[in-house]
Structure formats: C-alpha cells, structure tokens
C-alpha cells in the first residue's frame, strides 16, 4: 500500500517540474495585443510595398521624423535611440547614401513596419490618447529593434566612420 501511494506522490510531483513556465506568453512577442493588431497587419502590408520606393521611403522617413520629435521619449525607454537610428537608416537607405549588401530583406521590412505603425495616429491605441497613445507604438519598435539591433548596429558603426562601407 505504502509503495503505491509513493509511486502515485513522484508521479504527480514529475507532472509539476514539468509544466511550461507561467510567463511563456509573455516572452512571445506576437501575442503582444499591438503586433496582432490589424494596424501592424497593415504597416507590415505598406513595408512590402513600399521597400523599393525611394520616394515612398522618404515620405515615410519625414513623416516619422516629425513624429519623433514631438513625441513622448519616455514611451521608448531604451529603444529611442534605436528608433532615432531607424529614422536616419531610412533616409540613409532611400537615397542610396547606403547600401550594404549584407542588409536582409525582413530586416528592412521590420524597420519600415515600425515607422509605418508609429506614424499612424490610429493604430491600437489612438495617438491623442495621452501617453498611452505611443505605449503601444513603443512595443512595435521594442520587436522591430529586436528584430535588427544587429543591422542597426552596423549602420551606427557606419555612420561613426564617416558614411563609408569597408569591406
């Protein structure tokens, strides 16, 4: 009776240890409301677009840069200089100022999927909406940023040497 019981007792505590961690959803970042919104659908959409239209990525790089400056920081903690470098990786890029070989195509297509969210005032949460309004934008560039901190770490490096491509 004794040995059964005991059997029974390490079989449900093995069923404990191995259960998914509790914050599992929280370190996916598509279940973040703003990435399945159907605002980032679209600004995902729009990056597709217009990745080979220097015009448009210029539109775009005014757009968002005007935005930033009028901005709240504090939304972006950390990321804004990050989001800074996007902006001047987007003029960068669309006037052909640089052009990297190495850069991936879904890199570039997260750094204009960001802007694009970032510039749209109705997104998940509407831009009028004091602070909250960029909380949501934030997290956007927070996975865009995730997405190609390498490529834009290579563009600063770039951009600290003068605007040259060695290599």
């Keep these: ?14 069923r404990k240890t191995r259960s998914a961690p509790k914050n599992l959803k929280e370190n996916v970042p598509y279940r973040k409301p703003a990435l399945r919104s159907e605002a980032f659908a679209k600004a995902l959409a729009d990056a597709k677009s217009s990745a080979n239209d220097p015009e448009s990525l210029q539109a775009l790089f005014n757009e968002a840069a ?3 400056a009028a901005g ?52 998940l949460i509407p831009d009028n ?8 934008d934030a997290t956007v560039v927070e996975f865009a940023v995730s997405r190609t901190k390498d490529t834009l770490d290579d563009f600063m490096i770039w951009e600290t040497r003068g605007g040259t491509i060695s290599g």
């Design 129 to 136: 909406v004091p602070f909250l309004g960029f909380v949501d």
């Design 1 to 14: 009776m004794k040995k059964a019981r005991k059997t029974k007792e390490k079989s449900r505590r093995r």
């Design 66 to 68: 005007k935005k930033a």
């Design 72 to 123: 709240p920081r504090e939304a972006f903690k950390g990321n804004w200089p990050y989001l800074q470098a996007m902006l001047r990786f987007i003029q960068a890029y669309s006037s052909g100022t640089y052009s990297p070989r190495d850069v991936s195509d879904d890199a570039l297509l997260w750094m204009i999927a960001a802007l694009n969210y970032f510039v749209d005032p109705f997104d």
